[in-house]
Nanobody, 118 residues
Framework: QVQLVESGGGLVQPGGSLRLSCAAS????????MGWYRQAPGKQRELVTT??????NYVDSVKGRFTISEDNAKSTVYLQMNSLKPEDTAVYYC?????????????WGQGTQVTVSS
């Protein structure tokens, strides 16, 4: 089995920063993609960012403010969020596409709440 364990959410004032972490563990042959989705109340879950072999993609609304990075040795991905806005408030979910047993599987973390408010 595979687990994605997130940490780092919380309450922050507008303009502040938070850093999320997500560690993958379990029976993993290789990690194809890691990333972050978020879901705000009453809205659909949206893709925020992904990283694959150092190549990154971001949704337009976070470009220049959020940075995704990875530590392959630790099977961990980080999301540095700067200049946070109230509209960034959401539950953030870690995502990974992982290869095991000669197949690719999608996995999700349990979610971590990020609240941006004064």
């Amino acid at each position: 089995q595979v687990q994605l364990v997130e940490s780092g959410g919380g309450l922050v004032q507008p303009g502040g920063s938070l850093r999320l972490s997500c560690a993958a563990s379990g029976s993993i042959d290789s990690i194809n993609v890691m990333g972050w989705y978020r879901q705000a109340p009453g809205k659909q879950r949206e893709l925020v960012t992904t990283i694959t072999s150092g190549n990154t993609n971001y949704v337009d609304s976070v470009k220049g403010r959020f940075t995704i990075s990875e530590d392959n040795a630790k099977s961990t991905v980080y999301l540095q969020m700067n200049s946070l806005k109230p509209e960034d408030t959401a539950v953030y979910y870690c995502y990974s596409n992982i290869r095991r047993l000669q197949r690719n599987f999608n996995y999700w973390g349990q979610g971590t709440q990020v609240t941006v408010s004064s």
